[in-house]
């Protein structure tokens, strides 16, 4: 796209945003300077934005020009650069996972210096999310951080920006490669669980077994997907989870060391699925390994799952979504 037509969509973003490096710590003095504090602001911006793409066509090379114009700083890179992919390129153009995968590196550049700046420039937001405020600032902000597909979260007492759930999904299901689009499903739907908090869990041990199933037969379905070395991650991990727990989710009762019955029971009912699982042959290699122990946590554990090429999940921080 050529820079003239770009500069013209962003001269009010621009303007707005002129004090965003500075000290300036009164709400009032934000709420006159800040798109993001302004009713709607972020549609009205795409709205205009969008008039400058419509004659427009492009492919992977066009888009990474155009996100290299938009400021990392700016929340509306977010819908500009998706607007730019809905309006100007094929749905169906060889490149699509590339350029997804471009898009959703831009996204968390701008997602992680929005997020930084919480605790200084918009201080005062969260100060009235601690006191559990309901301000016109607020809501707009909220407001406009959805129209980026963003929203707040929290994690120990800290707040922080993340994608909503569905936006990715939503968004690019048919812009995307098989395997991609079963990526973003699966998650989804473990965006909107969350996974963890103050080392320990948020969903059941059973549901943790899900996601181990779930990412196995992922990574065997799509082995060329540009996500299996992801997709391989969580499987590992919630693989390692299921074997060692976590901090605050044990699996061995703390005051006999012994396997929690619910686990015991849990690793037993695997041992009956479906055999030629690399899941199920690992842990039912584990169950038997502790039944040799009587199914107590004992010091031989950690040499068992480096044999497995795996790992103890306490005194580790797992991620929280």
């Not at 800040?34 to 004659?55: A, F, V």
């Not at 010091?299 to 090429?309: A, C, E, G, R, T």
Request: hydrophobic content about 35%; overall charge negative; proline content about 2%.
């Amino acid at each position: 796209m050529k820079k003239t037509l770009f500069a013209l969509s962003l001269t009010f973003l621009f303007a707005c945003d002129s004090n965003k490096s500075s000290n300036i710590s009164d709400k009032d003095t934000y709420a006159t300077t800040d798109y993001l504090l302004e009713d709607n602001s972020i549609s009205k911006l795409l709205t205009s934005n969008h008039q400058q793409l419509i004659s427009q066509t492009g492919d992977f090379k066009s888009f990474k020009i155009y996100l290299d114009k938009l400021d990392n700083d700016s929340a509306t890179s977010i819908p500009f650069a998706l607007d730019y992919i809905n309006t100007c390129i094929s749905s169906g153009n060889i490149d699509r996972d590339s350029i997804f995968l471009l898009f959703n590196v831009k996204f968390y550049a701008i997602a992680n210096r929005l997020s930084n700046s919480l605790d200084t420039k918009y201080k005062f937001l969260i100060d009235q999310l601690d006191k559990d405020s309901n301000t016109v600032e607020l809501k707009y902000f909220k407001n406009n951080l959805q129209s980026c597909g963003l929203d707040i979260f929290s994690s120990e007492g800290m707040y922080y920006l993340d994608v909503e759930p569905n936006f990715f999904y939503n968004n690019f299901k048919g812009r995307v490669s098989d395997g991609v689009k079963e990526y973003l499903n699966i998650r989804k739907d473990e965006l909107k669980q969350e996974f963890s908090e103050d080392a320990g869990m948020l969903i059941s041990f059973e549901d943790l077994y899900l996601r181990v199933k779930r990412w196995e037969i992922f990574i065997n379905k799509y082995p060329n997907t540009v996500y299996y070395g992801e997709a391989n991650s969580y499987y590992i991990t919630y693989l390692e989870t299921l074997m060692t727990g976590m901090d605050n989710s044990r699996v061995f009762d703390f005051d006999n060391n012994s396997l929690l019955p619910e686990i015991k029971t849990l690793y037993e009912k695997i041992k009956n699925e479906t055999p030629e699982s690399q899941t199920t042959k690992v842990i039912s290699s584990y169950y038997d390994f502790l039944a040799r122990h009587d199914f107590k946590e004992n010091d031989s554990i950690d040499i068992f799952l480096k044999n497995k090429n795996l790992s103890t999940m306490l005194a580790i921080q797992p991620h929280t979504r």
